[in-house]
């Protein structure tokens, strides 16, 4: 290391960083970048394990995409519907029409969360209520790929302020693989991808699918329902001995359901389950379902991405 004194650099040597007074030889610069990259990357990996919660507030205005708050994934967004004809717009990134995302809204008040396309104004996916902590957008995939599209909180109905909501969102691959005949219970469930297509085609039909828990994972699960179809749907999470560990059915003949599992109490195979609740199965009793572990993709078996 050199000081500079009104000296001229030796051959090889530089500032690592433009006004820097300490020469080095310009390995040692690639060094200390490597270093501080390394660094960052795992800072951010070990906060991710640790379970660690970022959290973000939005910043009005943002009533239309074109001021819409960047979101990013599995980052806590705290907002409010005041006046209660607010528009609240947030940005995320896409990635391909393969993948896409799972967003919950965690609120008190009567919110409809809506998924738009890029131009801002397609509506992708809409729903008000369907999760019983809040409402929730399900397998939305990123129908214009790697362009930004967007998430619109308001206030159902525009007849109320919402003093406080929680928005976010997990990535996945929403493209889906088919379930497999018979898988009524978690041990006979399909072996889980990351989302997958359905047919509740009799009333009495089970659909599990199953996948690798660790001790201590969280895991949500989300079942589009076709808008079309004739059944009430249950989503449920069952434990090897197909015991239901919790289960959702918030919403009626058409609705989408929403699970959301923390510590699972051992490692071990778990299946997550769609069935009949009320109105029928049949060959038009089409759904989607899949599931987001510990944040991030679930690849199987215990193995997890987070950024990607
Ligand atoms: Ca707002
Ligand atoms: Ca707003
Ligand atoms: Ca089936
Ligand atoms: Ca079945």
Redesign the pocket.
Known sequence: MYKRQNLRAPAGFQPCREGHSVWRPATACVRIKRIVWITAVLFISFGALAGLVWAASETEPNNDSGTANPLNAAILMDGTISPVADLDYFALGGVNSTWGFIALLETAGDVTLTALGSDGSAVLQANTNAWEEGTGIALQNYADNNATHYLRVNENGNNAVVPTYTLRYYKTVVATQP?V????TAVSGTPSAFTHAGTLSTTS???CFAFDGRANDTILLAADNDAASPADITLSLHDAANTVLQSANHTGIGGDEFLEYIDLPASGVYAYCVKVSGGSGGPTASYRAGLVRNGGLYYPPYEQKITW
């Open positions: 379930e005949e018979p898988n009524e039909d089970i659909d």
